[in-house]
């Protein structure tokens, strides 16, 4: 059944908000399935490393595009040391009020 949503939401053209309400009632879809529906991560929780959410959120390619896409930071306060969220190159955290590469000092 989750290929067949998977493929419903892919090729049916629902756009985002839809495909995401369906996926969020239909937990079936596989880990490998739900990251090509290219959802964004809402939250960045910090961690050596920490995670993106939702489960599945597509990771950001580089800063540029974590700047743009800005999730929310979890927690919103400075970035204690070491913590981060490893991005599709690199590496970022949160500073109190930006996203700035690297590794938090």
Same mark, same amino acid.
């Given at each position: 059944?989750?290929?067949?949503?998977?493929?419903?939401?892919?090729?049916?053209?629902?756009?985002?908000? %839809?495909?995401?309400?369906?996926?969020?009632?239909? &937990?079936?879809? !596989? %880990?490998?399935?739900?990251?090509?529906?290219?959802?964004?991560? !809402? !939250?960045?929780?910090?961690?050596?490393?920490?995670?993106?959410?939702? $489960?599945?959120?597509?990771?950001?390619?580089?800063?540029?595009?974590?700047?743009?896409?800005?999730?929310?930071?979890?927690?919103? &306060?400075?970035?204690? $040391?070491?913590?981060?969220?490893?991005?599709?190159?690199?590496?970022?955290?949160?500073?109190? &009020?930006?996203?700035?590469?690297?590794?938090?000092?």
């Amino acid at each position: 059944m989750a290929s067949s949503l998977f493929n419903i939401l892919k090729w049916g053209g629902l756009n985002r908000e %839809a495909a995401k309400a369906i996926v969020a009632m239909d &937990t079936r879809l !596989t %880990a490998a399935e739900a990251p090509k529906l290219g959802f964004n991560p !809402t !939250t960045a929780t910090a961690g050596t490393p920490g995670a993106f959410t939702p $489960t599945g959120a597509t990771v950001p390619a580089n800063l540029a595009a974590l700047q743009l896409l800005n999730p929310v930071a979890s927690p919103l &306060t400075l970035w204690t $040391t070491g913590q981060r969220v490893a991005l599709g190159t690199g590496t970022a955290h949160w500073n109190a &009020t930006a996203w700035v590469t690297g590794n938090a000092p």
